[in-house]
């Protein structure tokens, strides 16, 4: 399987510039300038360093898939990999996100 790896049954190209690559859309890497540990009760603690680990965790490790700000975190990490919102706007929001869920970030 050449340099694609399948997520979800899509390719995905990690290209050297740090651009990613799925399908025909190239995302920007929007890492945060500062990443955020994600902790909740009775789970592992995460390292969180962008808005594409941050739908990562909305997605795969979020303890209640409900509430105002999960659903703006999710639209806002979207919106950062869009290039419509800067990473770190989808950083304060995803934050206020994880203290909605019963989490703590650091």
Known sequence: MEA?????GYPLDIVITRTLRFG????PDSAWDVPVNVNFPHQDNQVVCGPFEAMTCLTDR???????K????RMACKAALDGRLSANDARVIFVEAVGEAGGKAR
């Open 4 to 8: 694609a790896t399948l997520l979800k």
């Open 62 to 68: 979020w303890p209640n898939m409900s509430g105002l």
């Open 24 to 27: 025909e859309v190239e995302l």
């Open 70 to 73: 999960f659903l703006r975190a």
